[in-house]
């Protein structure tokens, strides 16, 4: 069965400060990787997806993600954060067709001023 | 963009009582919804996959007698916690995919709806 793991469960960043936020999963083919956000009182957003192709993703408020076949990563990247990035943020894995999504624990993202 | 919404944001309930939660595509159609559930500090767990004109598919482990989904068409899913008890207090969650996406794979979530069984 494939797994989702996100190692930190807190982070606590500055603002402007680089973020990055780990994603590990454990599949035996290439799944479709997504990362989602989650703010209080709205439904999950979609930062960005990789299917194939180019390894390094690019997603909306300034997130970026890469893809590494040999750590089994999708590691979340945004190069200076903002306050209003203060989140929870979902990994989550599908293998292909279906639509079924497994996600990980989730990363709580606090940003100090 | 897409979205989905979702009715109630909130309900408490006594024990033994059944309640309806409903999530609605708004201004798309979606032929496929899915109902997660989230507990505190965790995180998302598929419950079912529900087709529009069809039964739904229950993930292993779910009660597919406690939790009766219904998607009678292709704006609505509606699923009914039957005879509530305190453990099915959650946060239940819908999402719903876009039957003319490009994007094949995207999901829309709602906004969820936070149970509280008393």
């Known amino acids: 069965a494939q797994s989702v793991t996100q190692p930190d469960i807190h982070i606590t960043v500055s603002e402007g400060a680089s973020l990055e936020l780990r994603c590990n999963y454990s599949y035996g083919a290439t799944p479709y990787l997504f990362w989602y956000v989650q703010s209080p009182g709205q439904g999950l957003q979609l930062l960005l997806k990789y299917f194939s192709g180019d390894t390094l993703v690019q997603g909306i408020k300034g997130f970026e993600a890469e893809f590494k076949r040999s750590q089994s990563s999708f590691n979340l990247r945004k190069p200076s954060v903002h306050w209003s990035d203060a989140a929870e943020y979902f990994c989550a894995v599908e293998k292909g067709g279906g639509n079924k999504l497994t996600f990980g624990t989730g990363t709580q993202l606090k940003v100090e001023l | ?118």
Not at chain 2, 76 to 96: G, K, M, Q, R, W
């Open chain 2, 1 to 118: 963009g897409a979205v989905v919404s979702q009715h109630p944001s909130r309900v408490i309930c006594k024990s033994g009582t059944s309640v309806k939660i409903e999530c609605r595509s708004l201004d798309f159609q979606a032929t496929t919804m899915f109902w997660y559930r989230q507990f505190p500090k965790q995180s998302l767990m598929l419950m079912a996959t529900s087709n529009e004109g069809s039964k739904a598919t229950y993930e292993q482990g779910v009660e597919k007698d406690k939790f009766l989904i219904n998607h009678a068409s292709l704006t609505l899913s509606t699923l009914t916690v039957t005879s509530a008890h305190p453990e099915d207090s959650s946060f239940y969650i819908c999402s719903a995919r876009d039957h003319a996406a490009h994007s094949y794979n995207e999901q829309f979530f709602g906004p969820g709806t936070r149970l509280t069984v008393l």
